[in-house]
T-cell receptor
Framework: GAGVSQTPSNKVTEKGKYVELRCDPISGHTALYWYRQSLGQGPEFLIYFQGTGAADDSGLPNDRFFAVRPEGSVSTLKIQRTERGDSAVYLC????????????FGPGTRLTVT | GESVGLHLPTLSVQEGDNSIINCAYSNSASDYFIWYKQESGKGPQFIID?????DKRQGQRVTVLLNKTVKHLSLQIAATQPGDSAVYFCAETRGGRRALTFGSGTRLQVQP
């Protein structure tokens, strides 16, 4: 596709529930990034995929968070036993073509845990 | 600890004036920097980047300056327009690490 898309755009869930957030990256890119942005803050890195494998998952806050990218394209971020502190905008990014570190972000999924 | 921070949380400028948004970073090993613009309800939008082997880079109406001696980065926007109103973030990385570290942002308000 022309850009990064994320679904759903908004998700409201109850504390303790399980959620899945989807990212459709720019086609053809082997790298994919997930970030989390709390209100009034800059994005915080969660995980980086190179192909189907997680090359760097050092930003995942705890074992309730997990991400997959089984075919090296679409990725799903999974959060178990959600907590109110998980409420944030979850952003996905694809790399650019010119520079390996430049990243282009999708619109994000706003997660609200009640 | 390692951080990327911003000097001013809000900057208000008149339409047509030049804007300067500043950013300080703490890790001298940082070797790649990006400026992003984020409008309400949208993801961060790439503006311009610079590597640590450069001290200046220009784009369309924007210039990024890097002063490694004092670990300072700035974004200059020429002839600021109402459409430039947004939150601006600087981000950095180092040593080939793909994860970007973002600052907390500066809100730019353009007064007509």
């Amino acid at each position: 596709g022309a850009g990064v898309s994320q679904t759903p755009s908004n998700k409201v869930t109850e504390k303790g529930k399980y959620v899945e957030l989807r990212c459709d990256p720019i086609s053809g890119h082997t790298a994919l990034y997930w970030y989390r942005q709390s209100l009034g803050q800059g994005p915080e890195f969660l995980i980086y995929f190179q192909g189907t494998g997680a090359a760097d998952d050092s930003g995942l806050p705890n074992d309730r968070f997990f991400a997959v990218r089984p075919e090296g394209s679409v990725s799903t971020l999974k959060i178990q036993r959600t907590e109110r502190g998980d409420s944030a905008v979850y952003l996905c990014a694809s790399p650019g073509l010119r520079e390996p570190y430049e990243q282009y972000f999708g619109p994000g999924t706003r997660l609200t845990v009640t | 600890g390692e951080s990327v921070g911003l000097h001013l949380p809000t900057l208000s400028v008149q339409e047509g004036d030049n804007s300067i948004i500043n950013c300080a970073y703490s890790n001298s090993a940082s070797d790649y920097f990006i400026w992003y613009k984020q409008e309400s309800g949208k993801g961060p939008q790439f503006i311009i980047d610079i590597r640590s082997n450069m001290d200046k880079r220009q784009g369309q109406r924007v210039t990024v300056l890097l002063n490694k001696t004092v670990k300072h980065l700035s974004l200059q926007i020429a002839a600021t327009q109402p459409g430039d109103s947004a939150v601006y973030f600087c981000a950095e990385t180092r040593g080939g690490r793909r994860a970007l570290t973002f600052g907390s942002g500066t809100r730019l308000q353009v007064q007509p």
